[in-house]
């Protein structure tokens, strides 16, 4: 069987008062997107910074292809290509002398891979990095996590000031160096972030590993908030409304409707046939949101053996 790309056992962080990270079990096969989806706080940068062997864990352990992530953890970075949420400052150095700076650390990279980085994500290194906007420090991080084409990415909070078109170009990238072999670590706080590139993704919350999941229950527990105008005079399909699969927590005030609607939007659709709908806007809810969603109904949380 193939040694994991990244696998920890039992790590913990105790910062005390309950923050922190415990008793975290992950297993990341080779060549996986692995999404880490959490809200804010929930101790994404934490894992990630306890595997980076950039804080020491207060127990467990985790190891990347096999090497021990604190024993080891040189070795560790050799094999990995890190971007963290807080990009460093360089201050006065330009794109190019940081880009030297970390490709001289690695023993050389490939300038035709760098250049080609560059031209994907519309990067001048020739500017100085206090010029860059928070958007163009992003690809500067994205540039120096890929250039060396790692066995493994960690990326916290990789798109992050992207706008759309780059961020569509970033998932691109993810899904090329998937099949070119590496695997991708991805810490997010966005739900639909995750459904573009990832295999599989735990949900951490409150330091703790709460499930494991597919993209099918992932498409499960998504909801989003929609809005409805109808055309004055126009009959409302209420009822076809609340009978729609899915559909819950109909409301008609005049000629606006609100609703939430779980899973596809078909159904909805289905019931609306016929209606004149003159305005729909549809909001997806924060992650913390659809955590409270999904754990109403459960008395505990449904924390892994």
């Known amino acids: 069987m193939a040694v994991a790309a990244l696998s920890t056992s039992r790590l913990t962080k105790d910062y005390g008062g309950g923050h922190g990270l415990f008793d975290l079990d992950l297993v990341i096969h080779p060549q996986q997107v692995f999404g880490y989806l959490g809200p804010n706080g929930a101790g994404k940068t934490t894992t990630i910074r ?13 190891h990347v292809f096999g090497i021990d992530c604190m024993r080891d953890a040189v070795e560790v970075k050799k ?49 100085r990095f206090r010029e860059y906007s928070s958007g163009n420090k992003q690809k500067l991080g994205i540039v120096l996590a890929f250039m060396h084409a790692p066995d493994l990415l960690i990326l916290d909070e990789p798109t992050g000031g992207l706008d759309p ?49 597919d993209l099918a229950e992932l498409h499960r527990i998504r909801f989003h908030h929609v809005e409805l105008e109808f055309a004055d005079g126009s009959d409302i399909p209420e009822k076809a409304m609340r009978h729609a699969e899915g559909v819950t927590d109909v409301k008609v005030e005049g000629h606006i409707v609100t609703c939430t609607v779980h899973g596809s939007f078909a159904p909805l659709l289905d019931a609306l046939h016929g209606a004149e709908v003159t305005n729909l806007v549809s909001r997806e809810p924060s992650l913390e949101e659809m955590f409270l969603e999904y754990y109403q109904e459960r008395s505990e949380l449904p924390l892994l053996p």
């Open 50 to 62: 306890c595997v980076m062997g950039m804080i020491r864990p207060t127990s467990g352990s985790a």
């Open 165 to 213: 078109l780059n961020r569509q170009e970033f998932y691109r990238l993810l899904r090329e160096e998937r099949d070119s072999g590496a695997t991708v670590f991805l810490s997010s706080h966005v739900l639909s972030e995750v459904e573009h590139v990832c295999d599989q993704v735990g949900i951490i919350r409150a330091g703790r590993l709460v499930r494991v999941a």
């Open 79 to 127: 094999r990995v290509g890190y971007l963290p949420g807080d990009i460093p400052q360089f201050g006065g150095m330009t794109g190019t002398e940081i880009v030297a700076y970390f490709g001289g650390m690695r023993g050389g990279v490939d300038a035709k891979r760098v250049s080609g980085l560059c031209d994907r994500f519309d990067l001048d290194l020739g500017r």
